[in-house]
């Protein structure tokens, strides 16, 4: 069951943002995400805004979606330009899913080449897609890279089979290193997703899935504690006592052994779940989330934010179709973000970064508190004086219990 | 058997020789406001469409707890041999916490129905009551009632009565409130054998004040018995005590609605009016008189009841304190017994300590504030009143374990009852151990009946005033009864247990405790704070401690993790969000040094199994 969406302002059916979104945009990158909201079966785990084949009734919705995203990407322009933003070439376009590789290469070459038609593109830019490792073939990767992309992450996930078992993943663990030199052959960048503390995993059965991930050198690794969201299958099975609970200190212990084994072998952290080879391969899609840059996001159920605007697709991809197809943009709900309240998810993001947040944007009290933060070990304090709040490996364990601490109450 | 009187005697024109004054008094629950509803039927003051079960029992918190709190006088006609009367009933209280109630009561009456439920015997505040009528010289007539009920044992418990009291258990009636059999026959024996008021109409007026209610409509209701003289409507009455004088506005009778008459006389009970505002203007125990012809000598009254357990009341919302101190206000306008002043805690902010008669009082005047004045509030774990001498002799009294000193201390004297307990003879051998665990020293063991015993200890209040009732009755499946009344001191070694939170003390938990009780009380309080704090940034020692003595340790462990692993573009406004709650939800957190411990913590760490105490006793 895909999660539910925030509760917010109504959008504009014309989709035009109010005056503030143009503000300094001049300055800021500019980047798009595109949704993929199928897969061929689903996670017990994950709550994203993805459905089957069976689920829609059919795969009719998949063959159009390729059209269908680009119409959104034309509607997308005209908003922008008629809400008086200026032109700005793409830095980075991330294709997330949902399973985006579940669709013909050439559906996400043709959605790609209408972007960069549309906004142009920087040079270097990033351009990375999601995949499931038994969604590609050697083929499929080449047709991507010739297409622009240039980095694609695999959801590994595990390499323990009875983990991925509980993950309900379809994939088999001997897949992954093929797909890995797959994507190096055809020249792209390769980021591996891992989940850890899932119900039933021993600490070893991480490390192994570590060593294994690492022994494939990849170029970037996230590692998330797996997030029991409400709603889905895996929340209703531990309810029902099925599945083991999932363990606060457990996932502490794991998140230690990951950050020593992943930096071990030269990757660095740069956000609280992610680790790159070296700072340049670090996710600058993501990175761009969490510095408040401007991004806008095609498909269902898609969020995009815009100088401080942020607003959300309708969920569903027939909704979502029958909007774009009459002209109507496909926004659920939007809010426009106050300066406390930018100041407020500005320090909430970038706290977690290894780059890290200036102290000065922090209110006099948020300042005082940081003290007390050095005190406990959760910042470093060679950084703090020179006026940046970078978190230790206890505080990014704590990240949130930081965060509330700096803001004004 | 006689009708129901049709002319009734007129208040303010009635010799004294027709009045008879009485009260029902008996063990809880036997069934006095039930024999009282008959009596209100019987002699026609209520119609039975308008009957109800317990009548006069007319707060809510009465009737919803199916107990009588404060005594009731009603004015009722009855006829015998062709004469009316005018007969004052007073439904009494049963419970404990209330027995300054009935001795209130007793004064205004020249006899008392001492009644006695047929299926349960004479009980412990049967002995009580009955002991305080007589000391009251009233004319005490025996009854078992309930004996409609298949488990009544009349012959029994009449024969047990008779030998009590003294007389032929023949003269024991038997009546059933219920269904009403034998409550006509008791009504002729009360104007046959209770002997009229004797008072002299021409000496100047004297009332006793056995009553004071305050009424938000009618202001200061006093309830009076008059004694000597006659009161009038609209002439200036003065309160001997204080000298005070106010114009009576109305003056009537009970009946069971207030009545205005054109005034009381000799052997009368009634109510008085006069427009004040603050039943201390009118105090219980002090007796009215006429301003223009004042008496010389006052009645002898009686003296205050004294608190006996003292407990701390905060608002959960600190800005809801000044609503807390004018509702104790208002309700002390109504409770004499209600005493308290402003405190504070580190850990809860502004309140009171508040003295109560018992657990019963402090949960209902706990459970009045919070309905009638919509508040919402914690109370700290009761404890009794200890006089502490330091080696200088100088003398403290501690009605907060947080006082308690903590330097040289030489004595510490705890209030001490005595107690008496009625049950089967199969459980003497649990009473005892019971009552030698409690600090109990025994008095004396006598027999009432073959297999009925009475048990008399001398016990530390402390011991028996939280869950020691709790405890009798379960040791002898229910058959127990229990009553106590205060009697002197003792020096006893006596410790006050802190608790602490990272080092830093929360008056809030501070006990006092007999020595040999600390350690259980700090191994309960600190392992229940274990369980009720949530884990902080950093591990929390929790202890407990006599002084610099540590007794008791445990130790929250560290929140090692809390931290959303992903947070992707979309899930930024839900993140955001999911924030601003948690900081809503951190101002409802007590801060003690640096550990936040949310409100609920406190009220569960503080609500004992005995403040969760059955009203019932
Ligand atoms: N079967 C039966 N039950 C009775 C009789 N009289 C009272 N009861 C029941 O006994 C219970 C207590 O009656 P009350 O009249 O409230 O007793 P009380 O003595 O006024 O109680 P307190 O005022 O709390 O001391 C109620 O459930 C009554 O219905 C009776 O004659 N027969
Ligand atoms: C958008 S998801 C889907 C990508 C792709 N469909 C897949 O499953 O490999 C991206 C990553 O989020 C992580 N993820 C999804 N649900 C999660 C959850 N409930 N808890 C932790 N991580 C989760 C997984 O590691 C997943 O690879
Ligand atoms: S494949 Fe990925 S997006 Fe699809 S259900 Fe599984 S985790 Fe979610
Ligand atoms: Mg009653």
């Known amino acids: 069951m895909p999660s539910v969406l925030p509760l917010g302002d109504p959008a504009p059916s014309d989709g035009l943002l109010p005056q503030q979104a143009a503000d300094g945009a001049a300055a800021r990158a500019f980047g798009l995400y595109v949704h993929i909201p199928f897969c061929a079966v689903r996670c017990g785990y994950c709550d994203f805004n993805t459905y089957t084949a069976t689920e829609l009734g059919g795969g009719a919705s998949q063959d159009a979606y390729a059209s269908t995203a680009i119409s959104e990407v034309d509607f997308a322009a005209r908003v922008l330009d008629r809400s008086g933003l200026p032109a700005r070439k793409l830095s980075t376009v991330f294709f997330g899913g949902g399973t985006p590789t579940l669709l013909p290469a050439e559906d996400l070459a043709r959605i790609l080449r209408a972007a960069i038609d549309t906004w142009g593109i920087e040079p270097g830019a990033e351009v990375t897609t999601e995949a499931n490792p038994d969604s590609v073939t050697p083929e499929s990767l080449q047709l991507l890279a010739d297409a622009g992309f240039t980095r694609v992450s695999f959801g590994m996930q595990s390499a323990v089979p009875h983990v991925l078992k509980v993950l309900d993943r379809t994939h088999t663990p001997s897949r992954v290193p093929l797909v890995v030199q797959w994507a190096r052959d055809a020249g792209l960048a390769v980021s591996l997703d891992l989940i850890y503390g899932t119900p039933g995993e021993s600490l070893e059965d991480w490390r192994f899935s570590l060593e294994t991930a690492l022994s494939y050198q990849p170029d970037h690794i996230s590692a998330y504690a797996l997030i029991i969201e409400d709603g889905t299958k895996l929340a209703a099975q531990i309810r029902r006592g099925e599945v083991p609970e999932i363990d606060d200190d457990d996932h502490a212990d794991k998140y230690e052994l990951a950050d ?61 179709a029958g909007r774009l197809g009459s002209g109507v943009s496909p926004a659920a709900g939007r809010e426009t973000l106050g300066p406390e309240t930018r100041g407020v998810e500005k320090v909430m993001l970038e706290a977690r970064l290894f780059s890290g947040l200036e102290t000065a944007a922090l209110s006099p009290a948020g300042r005082k508190a940081v003290a007390g933060l050095i005190a406990d070990g959760l910042v470093v304090p060679e950084d703090a004086f020179r006026g940046r709040l970078v978190l230790t490996l206890k505080g990014r364990l704590l990240a949130d219990a930081v965060v509330r601490r700096i803001l004004p109450d | 058997m006689s009708p129901m009187a049709r002319t009734a005697p007129v208040p303010a024109a009635t010799d004294p020789a027709i009045i008879r004054n009485f009260c029902i008094i008996a063990h809880i629950d ?12 019987f002699t026609g003051v209520v119609q039975s469409r308008d009957m109800k079960a317990q009548y006069l029992d007319r707060m809510d918190i009465e009737r919803e707890r199916g107990i009588t709190i404060k005594s009731q006088a009603v004015r009722m006609p009855w006829e015998l041999g062709g004469v009316n009367y005018a007969l004052n009933m007073i439904d009494t209280p049963g419970h404990v916490d209330f027995t300054y109630e009935v001795s209130r009561s007793l004064a205004a009456c020249e006899g008392a129905v001492l009644l006695v439920d047929a299926a349960q015997g004479i009980e412990a505040q049967t002995l009580a009551n009955l002991y305080l009528a007589m000391e009251n010289d009233l004319t005490i007539i025996p009854v078992l009632n309930k004996i409609d009920l298949p488990a009544a044992q009349p012959e029994k418990y009449a024969a047990e009565l008779a030998s009590l009291i003294g007389g032929d258990p023949e003269d024991v009636l038997l009546v059933s409130g219920k269904t009403g059999v034998g409550v006509e026959a008791l009504l002729d024996k009360i104007v046959r054998d209770l002997p009229a008021p004797v008072g002299d109409p021409d000496a100047p007026a004297r009332a006793m004040i056995f009553d004071s209610v305050y009424d938000t409509y009618r202001g200061v209701v006093t309830y009076v018995r008059v004694v000597d003289g006659m009161l009038h409507p609209r002439e200036r009455i003065q309160m001997m005590s204080t000298k005070a004088s106010h114009e009576l506005l109305e003056i009537g009778v009970s009946s069971p609605e207030p009545t205005p008459s054109k005034g009381l006389g000799v052997g009368e009970v009634g109510y008085l009016i006069t427009g004040v505002k603050d039943v201390r203007q009118s105090k219980v125990g002090d007796t009215v008189t006429n301003l223009a012809k ?108 947080s006082e308690f000193p903590s330097g040289k201390i030489n004595e510490v004297r705890e209030p001490m009852v005595a107690a008496t307990i009625l049950a089967p003879n199969e459980f003497v051998g649990a009473i005892m151990e019971l009552c030698q665990g409690r600090r109990g020293v025994m008095r004396g063991m006598d027999y009432l009946s073959e297999d009925r015993v009475e048990l008399r200890y001398w016990m530390p209040l402390a011991e028996i005033v939280f869950d020691f009732f709790d405890l009798l009755k379960s040791k002898t499946r229910g058959y127990a009864s229990l009553d106590w009344k205060a009697d002197g001191e003792q020096v006893a070694d006596l410790v006050k247990v802190d608790i602490l939170l990272q080092g830093e003390q929360v008056d809030a938990f501070s006990a006092i405790t007999h020595k040999d009780k600390a350690y259980a009380y700090g191994v309960m309080m600190t392992g229940k704070l274990r369980e009720l704090i949530p884990r902080q940034q950093f591990e929390v020692p929790i202890q407990a401690a006599i002084g610099s003595r540590i007794i008791a340790r445990e ?63």
């Open chain 2, 555 to 617: 130790s929250i462990r560290a929140i090692r993790k809390d931290v959303l692993a992903k947070c992707y573009g979309g899930d930024i406004s839900r993140k955001r969000k999911l924030l601003e709650k948690q900081k809503e939800g951190k101002k409802r957190m007590k801060m003690v040094g640096r550990v936040e411990v949310p409100q609920e913590a406190f009220i569960a760490a503080l609500t004992t199994d005995e403040s969760k105490d059955k009203a019932k006793k």
């Open chain 1, 260 to 320: 020593r084994m992943i930096s071990d072998a030269g990757l660095h952290w740069y956000e609280v779940s992610n680790w790159s080879a070296t700072p340049e391969q670090a996710c600058r899609h993501n990175l761009a989330y969490w510095r408040g840059d401007d991004w806008w996001g095609i498909g269902p159920g898609a969020h995009s934010h815009v100088g401080g605007v942020r607003w959300w697709n309708v969920k569903h991809p027939t909704a979502y």
């Open chain 2, 294 to 401: 004042p008496a010389s000598e006052s009645l002898s009254g009686y003296a205050d009841p004294k608190p006996m357990v003292f407990s701390g009341l905060y608002p959960l919302d600190g800005t809801d304190y000044p609503v807390l101190r004018d509702a104790l206000d208002k309700l002390k306008l109504n409770d004499a017994a209600l005493i308290y002043e402003p405190e504070t805690s580190a850990a809860l902010g502004f309140g009171f300590r508040v003295g109560f008669l018992g657990l019963l009082h402090l949960e209902i005047v706990r459970e009045r504030l919070e309905r009638e004045f919509n508040l919402d509030l914690i109370s700290t774990a009761p404890n009794v009143v200890y006089e502490v001498t330091l080696e200088d002799k100088n003398v403290i009294t501690v009605t907060n374990p």
């Open chain 2, 30 to 41: 036997h069934g006095k406001s039930t024999l009282a509803d008959r009596m209100l039927q």
